[in-house]
Every structure is written in structure tokens, then in C-alpha cells.
């Protein structure tokens, strides 16, 4: 059977284009405010690398190793923290800085737990939100880069099985 082909499905300039239009909503919106950008690990390592470095703001840069478990390659919602906060989040203005959003799960557990650590404020931001698989409800994102379809997409910190995650654009395999 021939090897299937890597398609391109947000190419790097689209990525970088997006990036700098989050960046500055995000230094409008965070002005005046005490900004922890808090970037989830692995699979946000990228965009929060090129996201911090759009937003024109003294930001504090934290990162939290997470895992979700999967069943049926969906996830569970049981996440495991791999890498917990080496500082206290309370009283800042924290906002997440995940790769993807697919059922919401991992989302709505990060929100819930952080939320019991007193930040003065906590809001999400996802490169790639996948809407239609949603299965948590009332999960708000205040910064989206993409709504894309329900793709197993691979790239930019997104993994295929450990790899791939130093690919510069997000690719899928066509079914
Ligand atoms: P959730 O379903 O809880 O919203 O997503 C859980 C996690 O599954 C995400 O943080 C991400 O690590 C992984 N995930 C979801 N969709 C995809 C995808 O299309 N590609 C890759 N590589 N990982 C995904």
C-alpha cells in the first residue's frame, strides 16, 4: 500500500500571521494587568515560544507538564499533571496557552484545578479549537487561532506518537 502524504493544513505563514494578531489582542486586553502566560506542555511549547514573543507586555512566562489519558484515542478527562508551577499563580491574570481544544475535557480540568490556586483571573487561549467535538459544556475561549474540522492533526508541538512536534506548519493525513 503506498505511504499516505502529510497534507498541509494551516501552513507556517498562516501560523505566524495569526500569532501576531492574537499577540496584540492579547497586549490590548492585558495592559495594566499582571499577565502569567502559562503554557502547557508539550504540546504548547511552540505557540507559546512564538505567542509571548507577540505580545508587547512584561509578562511572567510559567509552564505545566500535563498528560491526558485516552480511551479510544478520545481523551477521558483524567489528566495527569507531569510537571506542576514552581511559583504561585495567586492573585495574577493567568492565561493558558494550549495547542489544541478537541472534546474540552483537558481544558475544563486545567480551569477547574488552577482556579483553586486564587489567580486574579483566568482565561484560555487555543491555537486550534475543534469545535465540533465538543463534550464539556459552558467552556469559554477567550483567544482562538483556528476552528478547524475534525482532523487527527500533527505539527507545530503537536505529536504523532512523539513525533513530528518540530514540523514548522500542522499537517493531517487524509482518510
Ligand atoms: P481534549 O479532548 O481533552 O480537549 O484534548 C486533549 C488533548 O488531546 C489535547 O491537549 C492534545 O494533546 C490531544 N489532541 C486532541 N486532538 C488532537 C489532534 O488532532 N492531534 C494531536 N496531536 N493531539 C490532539
Known amino acids: 500500500m ?4 502529510l497534507e498541509t493544513l494551516i501552513s507556517k ?3 505566524q500571521k495569526r500569532i501576531q494578531e492574537l ?3 492579547i497586549t490590548q486586553d492585558y495592559r495594566g494587568k499582571d499577565l502569567t502566560l502559562l503554557i502547557i506542555l508539550k504540546g504548547g511549547f511552540l505557540f507559546g515560544a512564538d505567542l509571548c514573543r507577540a505580545i508587547n507586555l512584561p509578562a511572567y512566562i510559567e509552564f505545566l507538564g500535563v498528560s491526558s489519558y485516552e480511551d479510544e484515542e478520545e481523551s477521558t478527562g483524567v489528566v495527569q499533571i507531569t510537571q506542576d508551577l514552581k511559583y504561585s499563580i495567586e492573585g495574577r491574570d493567568v492565561l493558558i496557552v494550549e495547542d489544541i481544544v478537541d472534546t474540552g475535557r483537558t ?3 486545567l480551569l477547574a484545578n488552577l482556579k483553586t490556586r486564587k489567580p486574579r483571573s483566568i482565561h ?7 469545535e465540533s467535538k465538543r463534550c464539556v459544556d459552558g467552556l469559554e475561549l477567550a ?3 483556528f476552528e478547524i474540522d475534525d482532523h ?3 505539527g507545530y508541538g503537536l505529536d504523532d506518537k512523539g513525533l513530528d512536534r518540530n514540523l514548522p506548519y500542522i499537517g493531517y ?3
Open 2 to 5: 503506498p505511504e499516505k502524504k
Open 107 to 109: 481544558m475544563a480540568y
Open 143 to 145: 483567544y482562538t487561532g
Open 173 to 175: 493525513y487524509p482518510s
Open 13 to 15: 505563514e498562516q501560523l
Open 23 to 25: 499577540g496584540e489582542l
Open 124 to 130: 484560555a487561549c487555543s491555537l486550534l479549537n475543534k
Open 152 to 154: 487527527f492533526v500533527i
